[in-house]
């Protein structure tokens, strides 16, 4: 939720004309942030899938 959030600002601003091809930081740390937690995700729902996998069906 905080990406949509963030996103939402940096294209508001963008709208703004708050951005040039010279100052454009604000842009770029959002797509890394955008992007360091997708990977986050790419390997979290696997070992959630994993984890859950491991646990017998009776839970003991």
Do not use: C, Q
């Amino acid at each position: 939720l905080s990406g949509i959030v963030i996103i939402m600002i940096i294209w508001n601003l963008g709208r703004k004309g708050k951005f040039s091809a010279e100052d454009h930081w604000g842009v770029e740390a959002t797509a890394i942030y955008w992007h360091y937690i997708d990977l986050i995700w790419i390997f979290f729902y696997p070992a959630l899938y994993l984890i859950g996998t491991a646990v017998p069906a009776g839970g003991h």
